[in-house]
């Protein structure tokens, strides 16, 4: 059976990305898969890296469970808005607090290579934006889905990394936010 992580990267309960995140999980749970969800707004942790990769700095409860859902998970979704072009802080702190190295990759010592120790998943980014797509990806380059698919999914070890975006959500009408959120069903059933 499939095992499917869903992570929650926006910090309200109510928004838009979790309506997105709960008809993904629910999807997968349709098409027969074990679904566990992480709401990162609920999560007690410490988002700052305080002393970069230079010194130890413990990881909270609510951080050790959540790396052991990723190590868990065979399908990583991340669901999140872009917030000046950008992840939102909560996930870019979770990102730097979680995936860390000889948890998530180690550097080789004498080379410019690392390890990849998240090989073998797979993720999908869902990501809304106020933005309409041409121009994020004509003028920001699609910096935002690039920080995390390449220079953090990539990086790590998870491949393929599939991606959805929702833009113009400031102007999206009630019909077609309900596309969007029957459509994330339909990826939770067939990712």
Same mark, same amino acid.
């Given at each position: !059976?499939?095992?499917?992580?869903?992570?929650?990267?926006?910090?309200?309960?109510?928004?838009?990305?979790?309506?997105?995140?709960?008809? =993904?999980?629910?999807?997968? $749970?349709?098409?027969?898969?074990?679904? $566990? !969800?992480?709401? &990162?707004?609920?999560?007690?942790?410490?988002? %700052?890296?305080?002393?970069?990769?230079? *010194?130890?700095?413990?990881?909270?409860?609510?951080? &050790?469970?959540?790396?052991?859902?990723?190590?868990?998970?065979d399908?990583?979704?991340?669901? =999140?808005?872009?917030?000046?072009?950008?992840?939102?802080?909560?996930?870019?702190?979770? %990102?730097? $607090?979680?995936?860390?190295?000889?948890?998530a @990759?180690?550097? *080789?010592?004498?080379?410019?290579?690392?390890?990849?120790?998240?090989?073998? $998943?797979?993720?999908? %980014?869902?990501?809304?934006?106020?933005?309409?797509?041409? =121009?994020?990806?004509?003028? =920001?380059?699609?910096?935002?889905?690039n920080?995390?698919?390449?220079?953090?999914?990539? @990086?790590?070890?998870?491949?393929?990394?599939?991606?959805?975006?929702?833009?113009?959500? *400031?102007?999206?009408?009630?019909?077609? *936010?309900?596309?969007?959120?029957?459509?994330?069903?339909?990826?939770?059933?067939?990712?």
């Amino acid at each position: !059976m499939k095992k499917v992580l869903v992570i929650l990267g926006h910090p309200d309960a109510n928004s838009l990305n979790a309506a997105l995140a709960e008809n =993904y999980a629910a999807g997968a $749970r349709e098409a027969g898969k074990e679904v $566990r !969800m992480l709401k &990162l707004g609920e999560l007690n942790f410490d988002p %700052i890296l305080h002393s970069g990769f230079s *010194r130890d700095q413990p990881l909270e409860p609510d951080l &050790l469970s959540a790396q052991e859902a990723i190590k868990w998970a065979d399908h990583l979704v991340w669901v =999140y808005p872009s917030w000046w072009g950008n992840l939102p802080a909560l996930l870019k702190g979770f %990102i730097d $607090r979680v995936f860390l190295p000889g948890f998530a @990759f180690k550097y *080789r010592p004498n080379s410019p290579w690392w390890d990849r120790y998240l090989s073998g $998943r797979s993720a999908r %980014i869902l990501m809304t934006m106020d933005t309409p797509a041409l =121009y994020n990806a004509l003028v =920001y380059r699609n910096a935002n889905i690039n920080a995390l698919k390449r220079a953090t999914l990539h @990086f790590c070890g998870i491949k393929p990394v599939k991606v959805a975006t929702f833009p113009g959500v *400031r102007f999206a009408h009630e019909a077609r *936010r309900r596309q969007w959120l029957d459509a994330v069903k339909a990826y939770g059933k067939k990712d």
